[in-house]
């Protein structure tokens, strides 16, 4: 009975980690971001949604963010390049962002490649 017991509680914890969204594990960061800590977890956890409906699985390991030189507006907004390692490949991601008329801001994500090999640069 006590090995039932703990066979129980293994896949109890197992499906607690698995649902778990994508910010709410520690995740790499390199390069330089112009969003806010909410805005990014908002932009990522959009993205670990993607990847799920695309390959099937959420986990994003780590992501590259990069500023795009001249991608300024005259409103404020700004364009960047997220390289994430997302289950096991690479994927690049275009994320402009500019300021919401109701406050804070607003974004868009556009996949720029498909599932990579991680090895590719």
């Known amino acids: 009975m006590k090995r039932m017991t703990l066979i129980a509680a293994a896949i109890v914890a197992a499906a607690g980690v698995a649902s778990q969204p994508a910010a709410a594990y520690d995740l790499t960061t390199t390069g330089r971001t112009l969003a806010s800590p909410r805005l990014a977890a908002d932009v990522l956890s ?3 949604r993607y990847s799920k409906a695309t390959g099937g699985c959420s986990f994003i390991f780590s992501a590259d963010m990069r ?3 001249g991608s300024f507006t005259a409103r404020g907004g700004h364009a960047e390049i997220w390289t994430l390692n997302a289950c096991a490949a690479k994927q690049r991601f275009r994320v402009t ?23 590719t640069r």
């Open 46 to 48: 959009d993205i670990a």
């Open 97 to 119: 962002m500019w300021p919401s008329p109701r406050g804070g801001s607003d974004y868009a994500v556009q996949p720029l490649t498909g599932r990579m090999p991680l090895h």
């Open 67 to 69: 500023v795009v030189p």
